[in-house]
C-alpha cells in the first residue's frame, strides 16, 4: 500500500450523515500530520480536519466544526470521518491524505488517496 484508500463517501439527504473512512499506510517518521481535505469544481483543495500522530490533536475547519468528528485507529492504520448535520454545501470530492509536518497545507503533504465523492441534497 503506497498511498491512502478512501471509502464510505456517497448521497445523503439534507441532515443526514456519512462515515467516510481511509486506511493509512505506514510511512518512515515519528510525528507528522494526516486529515481530510475536500475540493469542489473550480475550487483550491481545503482542509477539513486534520490530526498529529504524536498528540492527536484535532484541528477542524470553522465550516464543519461542531459537525464532524476526525478519529483514528491506530493499530488498524485507519482515519474516519463521522460526517453528521450535511448541508449541500458539504457537496465535495473528498481526500484522505497524510505525511506532512504542517497539517493545514495541502500541498505539504506526500500521500493522497484517489478521493470519494460526497452529494448531499436539499
Known amino acids: 500500500q503506497e498511498r491512502p484508500v478512501e471509502s464510505g463517501g456517497g448521497s445523503a439527504q439534507a441532515g443526514g450523515s456519512l462515515r467516510l473512512s481511509c486506511a493509512v499506510p505506514?510511512?518512515?517518521?515519528?510525528?507528522?500530520?494526516m486529515g481530510w481535505f475536500r475540493q469542489g469544481s473550480g475550487k483550491e483543495r481545503e482542509p477539513v480536519a486534520t490530526?498529529?500522530?504524536?498528540?492527536?490533536?484535532?484541528w477542524y475547519s470553522e465550516s464543519v466544526k461542531g459537525r464532524f468528528t476526525l478519529s483514528r485507529d491506530s493499530n488498524k492504520n485507519a482515519l474516519h470521518l463521522l460526517m453528521n448535520n450535511l448541508k449541500p454545501e458539504d457537496t465535495d470530492m473528498y481526500y484522505c491524505?497524510?505525511?506532512?509536518?504542517?497539517?493545514?497545507?495541502?500541498?505539504?503533504?506526500?500521500?493522497w488517496g484517489q478521493g470519494t465523492q460526497v452529494t448531499v441534497s436539499s
Open positions: 490530526t498529529t500522530t504524536i498528540g492527536g490533536s484535532i
Open positions: 505506514r510511512h518512515n517518521g515519528n510525528n507528522y500530520c
Open positions: 491524505a497524510t505525511h506532512s509536518n504542517y497539517c493545514q497545507r495541502p500541498g505539504l503533504y506526500e500521500y
